[in-house]
């Protein structure tokens, strides 16, 4: 089994910022892409960043040049800076982890974390 838990949500003003934490556990060989995703109150779920296991990453444009993802692979962990929020990030944050382990490659999804920018 594979524990994905994510934090670091809350209540933040317009051109505030929160440092969310994703950490993956259990049965775990190695990990490829880690990811957040976001998904608004009636609104698909969207890709916001992506980190490869080398350190690659890939952004929205709608978070280009405010947000920041980074991982510590040690740790099996990824994070993602958020700069500058906007009314319009307000979502529930995903993480996802791309694990190879005794069943193959899978995705595992965290629970999410409640992000709300508002004055």
């Known amino acids: 089994q594979v524990q994905v838990v994510e934090s670091g949500g809350g209540l933040v003003q317009p051109g505030g910022s929160l440092r969310l934490s994703c950490a993956a556990s259990?049965?775990?060989?190695?990990?490829?892409?880690m990811e957040w995703y976001r998904q608004a109150p009636g609104k698909q779920r969207e890709l916001v960043a992506k980190?490869?296991?080398?350190?690659?990453?890939n952004y929205a444009d709608s978070v280009k040049g405010r947000f920041t993802i980074s991982r510590d692979n040690a740790k099996n962990t990824v994070y993602l800076q958020m700069n500058s929020l906007k009314l319009e990030d307000t979502a529930v944050y995903y993480c996802?982890?791309?694990?190879?382990?005794?069943?193959?490659?899978?995705?595992?999804w965290g629970q999410g974390t409640q992000v709300t920018v508002s004055s």
């Open positions: 980190i490869t296991s080398g350190g690659s990453t």
């Open positions: 259990g049965s775990i060989f190695s990990i490829n892409l």
């Open positions: 996802n982890a791309v694990v190879r382990n005794a069943l193959g490659w899978n995705n595992y």
